[in-house]
């Protein structure tokens, strides 16, 4: 089978050192397989995300010898696939709407005595679970904003019942890993005002892309665990995973966009480095 990878920046900044770290693994695993490299933009959120910084990318991506398919796939263009997907889950009554502000969540998890935690943190405590279809009617029509979760015990359930439990999926560095959806609560897969969330789009592109080893940094490991149930319930294919280390700063902490020191175009224009330094400093010369 030909090794399909992919690249999926997100047009919010610059791309920084780590950037190239990722890219350049998902690259080269593809080129000295004889497979193909897909770069996808990530665009979904267009309060942060503007048309210089994708240029940006193709730029800094350029300059670093890598080359991609045409055309680039832009999520923003694709916006009624994501639709028809959650269309698909809110079929099968796995989705409801959820009218909880970031102050709701916190203030309900402080009255809880024994709030849900998964290994990122508190999970959502299940608010607007138990809403009756009047009451989600009636708020709906008071134009409060709301988000679009997935109910993960009851899409369990329903794959249960249908003899499709568990869920398996492979990691090139850790193995088998048996899923458990409800890992991460009940995600978010989107919003009053946008069709799709990271998790909903990031999966369903993946599968018409025919990505079939997704390479990412070891901070979405946990991720994955909700995007296996996704790809179970909408009948996506099924990739691998290889969820390399994050590259740290000298305070081990992550690289961030907005510390312009550690981006491609600082590095190259301000401080004159070669696409072979910025490789090196990046461990994969």
Not at 47 to 66: A, K, M, N, S, V
Not at 243 to 260: E, I, Q, V
Request: charged share 25%; net charge neutral; with cysteine.
């Amino acid at each position: 089978m030909t090794i399909v990878t992919r690249f999926a920046p997100s047009p919010t900044g610059r791309l920084h050192i780590g950037h190239a770290y990722s890219a350049l693994f998902a690259y080269r695993l593809a080129r000295d397989s004889g497979g193909r490299f897909i770069l996808r933009i990530e665009d979904i959120d267009q309060d942060r995300c503007h048309p210089e910084f994708e240029q940006g990318i193709y730029e800094d991506l350029t300059w670093l010898g890598l080359t991609w398919e045409t055309p680039v796939r832009r999520q923003s263009e694709h916006m009624p696939d994501y639709r028809a997907a959650l269309d698909k889950l809110m079929d099968e009554d796995l989705i409801y709407p959820c009218f909880c502000t970031r102050k709701d969540i916190a203030e309900e998890v402080a009255r809880a005595a024994a709030a849900p935690h998964g290994p990122e943190g508190v999970l959502y405590p299940g608010t607007c679970r138990a809403l009756s279809p009047a009451q989600r009617k009636e708020k709906m029509k008071n134009g409060l904003p709301y988000a679009f979760r997935l109910e993960s015990a009851k899409a369990e359930t329903l794959l249960r019942g249908r003899n499709k439990w568990p869920l398996y999926w492979h990691d090139r560095g850790k193995g088998r890993q048996e899923a458990v959806p409800g890992i991460l609560g009940d995600a978010v897969l989107a919003r009053k005002d946008m069709n799709t969330s990271y998790h909903l789009s990031v999966t369903l592109d993946d599968h018409t892309q025919g990505v079939t080893l997704v390479t990412r940094g070891e901070d979405l490991f946990y991720a994955t665990h909700l995007h296996r149930l996704l790809q179970e319930l909408l009948g996506l294919e099924i990739p691998e995973w290889h969820h390399h280390p994050l590259l740290l700063d000298k305070d081990g902490k992550r690289f961030a966009k907005r510390n312009d020191s550690v981006t491609l175009q600082y590095l190259r224009e301000t401080m004159g480095k070669t696409p072979q330094e910025v490789l090196a400093i990046a461990g994969v010369s």
